[in-house]
């Protein structure tokens, strides 16, 4: 397999933002997109030429919270099981390369939600062996760039050093309007055994 161009998008609705996400797909020869924050339900119906969408909305079934994995249709792949669940939602994809099965995986933690290290350990274990799992964790860490620490950030910090996860570098993703506001690091790739 040829090296593969993922990409992250917070995206705070998909619907109505379909034309720009097509755009930045062919602009940028894309080949998987995780997106965050779709606020999609089972009754949304979203199109993208050359691409399949899957996507996993949140379990109350309103438009709120949700992933999606948007993939060049040429590329092998198939749907994983799905994780819904109120704290998190994950949508995600196999792929196959020269060292075998790769899962790559849309998440979502809204900021409400309060995830302990033993829940961030269960839905990593979902993942298997080698894993992409990129979107919107809502934690915060200095450790991987973020202007302060918080609970969740520690808690997912645990889990990481447990389980020997990474974090490629990272740059602000969160750049706020209010010139009150400070950039921070919300939006980002936790990895298990892909070459940094």
């Known amino acids: 397999m040829a090296t593969l161009r993922i990409a992250v998008w917070n995206a705070n609705g998909l619907n109505q933002r379909t034309q720009e996400i097509n755009l930045f797909l062919r602009t940028y020869n894309i080949d998987v997109l995780l997106v965050s924050e779709t606020h999609v339900t089972d009754r949304s119906h979203i199109n993208i030429p050359h691409y399949a969408i899957y996507h996993i909305p949140h379990p109350d079934k309103k438009a709120d919270g949700g992933t999606a994995a948007i993939v060049r249709r040429n590329l092998k792949h198939h749907l994983a099981t799905a994780y819904s669940e109120e704290n998190i939602q994950a949508t995600s994809i196999v792929l196959e390369d020269q060292m075998g099965e790769v899962t790559v995986t849309a998440f979502y933690n809204r900021p ?9 350990e269960q839905f990593f274990r979902t993942l298997g062996h080698r894993f992409i799992a990129g979107g919107d964790y809502n934690a915060k860490n200095t450790y991987w760039g973020a202007r302060t620490t918080k609970t969740k950030g520690r808690e997912l910090h645990n889990a990481m050093r447990k389980h020997n996860l990474h974090l490629p570098s990272c740059q602000p993703t969160y750049c706020p309007s209010d010139m009150n506001k400070q950039p ?10 892909i070459a940094t």
């Open 112 to 120: 409400k939600h309060n995830i302990k290290t033993i829940e961030y």
């Open 184 to 193: 921070d690091l919300l939006d980002f790739c936790v990895t298990k055994g």
